[in-house]
Each structure stands twice: as structure tokens, then as C-alpha cells.
């Protein structure tokens, strides 16, 4: 059974820093995309940063330039990289995998929640 265990959120205050790792427990073949999308309070869930497996990265216009998101060779782990974090980058985190068989697979972590405040 596939799990995405996701770590590395909590507390921090503005303009700090947080580094998101999400590790896949299990195999998932034909993987085309590893992501990160978050959902704050009485908000719908939007993409962050997205990284396909060709390396190319989409990032939501709020992060860009502040957020960076990476994965190890063997396309077990991707992390994201938060860094001048603001108020409004409070939300919950999501780790999310696509995969490619016949259709689109999404394979969603548990979330962890990141909150910048003073």
C-alpha cells in the first residue's frame, strides 16, 4: 500500500524558513509529477510547486521566487523549501504524486500544517 509521510512543518515566524519533506512508503510506477498544494482556512486547495519528471517546475505566483521544490534521484522524496516565509503561506501542506497508467493516479499525503506568525 502506497503512503506519502510528509514532515518538516510547523511554527515559524515571518520572514523565517521551513523545509516540507515527503517520502513515498511503497511503489508507485510512472510517476509524471511530484508536488506540494496547500489549503488554508475556508480556502479551496491550490497548487504551490509542482515538479515533473523531466525537471521542469511550476510554481503558484504567491511563492515564486521565495519557495524552492527539489527530489532525490530515485524519485522516493520531494522537498520544499519555504523560505521570507509570510502570514499568508499559513495553511495546511499537501504532498502530492501523479502517476501515469491508462489515467492521471493522485496519490495525496496527510498534510502538515505550517503556520507563520508573530
Known amino acids: 500500500q502506497v503512503q506519502l509521510v510528509e514532515s518538516g512543518g510547523g511554527l515559524v515566524q515571518p520572514g523565517g524558513s521551513l523545509r516540507l519533506s515527503c517520502t513515498i512508503s511503497?511503489?508507485?510506477?510512472?510517476?509524471?509529477?511530484m508536488g506540494w498544494y496547500r489549503q488554508a482556512p475556508g480556502k479551496q486547495r491550490e497548487l504551490v510547486a509542482s515538479l515533473t519528471g523531466g525537471g521542469n517546475t511550476n510554481y503558484a505566483d504567491s511563492v515564486k521566487g521565495r519557495f524552492t521544490i527539489s527530489r532525490d534521484n530515485a524519485e522516493r522524496s520531494v522537498y520544499l523549501q519555504m523560505n521570507s516565509l509570510k502570514p499568508e503561506d499559513t495553511a495546511v501542506y499537501y504532498c502530492?504524486?501523479?502517476?501515469?497508467?491508462?489515467?492521471?493516479?493522485?496519490?495525496w499525503g496527510q498534510g502538515t500544517q505550517v503556520a507563520v506568525s508573530s
Open positions: 502530492n504524486v501523479k502517476s501515469f497508467s491508462l489515467s492521471v493516479n493522485n496519490y
Open positions: 511503497g511503489r508507485i510506477f510512472n510517476i509524471v509529477a
